[in-house]
């Protein structure tokens, strides 16, 4: 049976190792600063930033956050932006999506300044750490990085297989894996014979939002699975559970390590967020980046 990662307990480390990083910013007059933009009244969204401001605080940074009315047009959420650009305490920005119909995301996550870009979408991010350089990476693919990290080592060489291609998971996945020197294939709707695509992999990540899709046929033994899906389905007794995209139960007994749903790769992405606020605070002060985060300084 594969050894169970247990992203909720590395993430609570991780959480430690970033208080502790604060702490030394603190003494040095400086306390990094992240402000969250939340248009409307989604209640998953609410969930959400209510876990991120309190997380947030409890790591020793500020959090602020910024509620604003579903119908908020987009000149008065730019401006928002604006200001928070120019606000020296605030490090980190982030707007929750999705945003209303009437607003655009992508001029709306482009007026975020890029060294503020908590998520790393800023297109400026992208092209700089597409291509080698120091550009904010998005908390998802980061956490992942940083789990196959601690249980694999050394990633150089292996065979990496990226299962979805979108701009938040799977192309940024397939980007790290290739700085780790993987030989990355990303797979995607249109891929001929997944299957054994997947079957060649020593390293899997799957992040296409289709609830147990990855059986346990395609694993190669001993194969390193992490699953980023969050699929809420039909449970017992009329309620409802997550899973996801990997038959966990199936996959299990043919990877040598998985990473469960819930309690995987989900507390990883909120820890990595407060990374990315504690990483932007560092650049923002000319203040190198610690040896163990795996991002370039
Ligand atoms: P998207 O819907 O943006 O992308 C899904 C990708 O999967 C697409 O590239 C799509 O291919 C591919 N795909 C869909 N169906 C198939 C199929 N049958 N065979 C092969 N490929 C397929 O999803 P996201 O990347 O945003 O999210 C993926 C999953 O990860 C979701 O479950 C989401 O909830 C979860 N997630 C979890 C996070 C966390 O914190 N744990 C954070 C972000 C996402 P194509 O491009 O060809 O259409």
């Not at 999506?97 to 300044?113: G, M």
């Not at 995607?188 to 296409?208: G, N, P, Q, Y």
Request: charged content about 25%.
């Amino acid at each position: 049976m594969a050894q169970i990662l247990d992203g909720k307990a590395f993430a609570g480390k991780l959480r430690e190792t970033i208080t502790q990083e604060v702490d030394k910013l603190h003494k040095q007059g400086i306390t990094p600063g992240l402000a969250v933009i939340l248009v409307g009244e989604d209640p998953a969204s609410e969930v959400y930033v209510r876990n991120k401001g309190k997380q947030t605080k409890e790591a020793g940074m500020n959090s602020f956050e910024h509620k604003l009315p579903a119908e908020t047009n987009q000149e008065d959420l730019l401006s928002l932006i604006q200001q928070l650009n120019e606000d020296d305490s605030v490090h980190g920005i982030l707007v929750q999506l999705p945003l209303p119909k009437q607003i655009d995301a992508d001029t709306v996550l482009n007026a975020i300044a890029p060294e503020k870009d908590a998520d790393g979408f800023h297109p400026m991010n992208v092209g700089r750490f597409s291509t080698g350089g120091t550009g904010t990476v998005p908390c998802t693919p980061l956490g992942c990085l940083m789990l196959l990290k601690d249980h694999l080592g050394d990633l150089s060489g292996s065979r990496a297989l990226v299962l979805g291609r979108s701009n938040i998971v799977g192309k940024p996945m397939g980007n790290l894996l290739l700085n780790e020197n993987c030989t990355v294939t990303i797979a995607h709707s249109r891929t001929k014979d997944l299957e054994e695509e997947c079957r060649r992999a020593d390293i899997l990540v799957a992040a296409v939002g289709r609830p147990e899709m990855v059986k346990e046929s395609w694993i190669k033994p001993g194969a390193t699975v992490i699953d980023v899906g969050i699929n809420r389905i039909d449970g017992e007794n009329g309620k409802t559970r997550l899973v996801g995209d990997v038959d966990f139960a199936g996959a299990s007994k043919n990877a040598g390590a998985i990473t469960p749903v819930p309690g995987g790769i989900g507390p990883m992405t909120i820890a990595c967020l407060l990374l990315n606020t504690l990483i932007a605070a560092l650049r923002q002060n000319d203040l190198p980046i610690p040896e163990w985060i795996p991002v370039k300084g």
